[in-house]
């Protein structure tokens, strides 16, 4: 079945770095949209980026604009999500997920994604 484990979560101090990763089993990796979510206490999932199954289109959100990096590596089945600059605002539940079907839409939106992994917690303190 379908799982998606989330980890490199921590506690960083503002504008510091981070690096999420994703570890993805039981579908073909390179065939499926992915995208990284995150959602803060209180407020709504929002889309923070997403990556085709060939790594070869990506989109962000407006907070991760010039801030993050999302990627992908398919030999090791593996999504990643660079944060650099990172603001107290960044800090919330990250969540990986994948879309439905191969040819699914690749988006940033949470209503796009069927399979989610459990999170991973990123704080940013000031």
């Known amino acids: 079945q379908v799982q998606l484990v989330e980890s490199g979560g921590g506690s960083v101090e503002s504008g510091g770095s981070l690096r999420l990763s994703c570890a993805a089993s039981?579908?073909?990796?390179?065939?499926?949209?992915m995208g990284w979510f995150r959602q803060a206490p209180g407020k709504e999932r929002e889309g923070v980026a997403s990556?085709?199954?060939?790594?070869?289109?990506?989109i962000y959100g407006d907070s991760a604009k010039g801030r993050f990096t999302i990627s992908r590596d398919s030999a090791r089945n593996t999504l990643y999500l660079q944060m650099n600059s990172l603001k107290p605002e960044d800090a919330a539940k990250y969540y990986c997920?994948?879309?439905?079907?191969?040819?699914?839409?690749?988006?940033?939106?949470?209503?796009?994604?069927?399979?989610w992994g459990q999170g991973t917690q990123v704080t940013v303190s000031s």
């Open positions: 997920a994948r879309v439905r079907f191969s040819w699914g839409r690749c988006s940033t939106s949470s209503g796009d994604y069927f399979y």
């Open positions: 990556i085709t199954g060939a790594g070869t289109s990506t």
């Open positions: 039981g579908f073909l990796f390179s065939s499926y949209c």
